[in-house]
C-alpha cells in the first residue's frame, strides 16, 4: 500500500501469510482466511465462517478490538467502483435491519473490489 493511500485512510490487500500469522489465533476449527485488507491500523478479515473486523485503538494503537460478523447476519452490502478522478472504491454493508451502513470502507485502486465482492456475495448468499 502507498503512502499516499495510507495518508488518504484507503484500503489495500494484505498478504495470507501475514494475516496468519498476526490473527491465526482468532479462527476457530476448520475456519481458514480468505483474504483480508488493511486500512491505516485497521484490518478487515474475510474468512469461510465469518468477517472479523480488528480495530487498532488509541493513540499507541496497543488496544485492539476485534469484531466478528456472522455472514448470515450482514442483510445487504453494496460496493462502488473507483471512478476516473476518484482514489478509491467503497464497501458498505448492512447488519441485521439497520437502515444506515454498519460498516463502511474504502479501498485504494490496487484492491480488485470486484474480487470483495464476489467473495461476500458467495458468503451472504449461502
Known sequence: ???FSAILGNAGAVNQEELIKNYGQLLTANEEIEM????????????NKRLI????QGLTGSKTEYKSIAYKSITRFSVET???FDLDAELKIWVSSELQPSIIKQFNK????YEVQ???AHHVLE
Open 1 to 3: 500500500m502507498g503512502i
Open 36 to 47: 483480508g485488507f488493511k486500512l491505516i491500523r485497521d484490518t478487515f478479515i474475510f474468512t
Open 53 to 56: 473486523l480488528v480495530d487498532k
Open 82 to 84: 473507483a471512478g476516473t
Open 110 to 113: 490496487s484492491v480488485n473490489v
Open 118 to 120: 464476489k467473495v461476500l
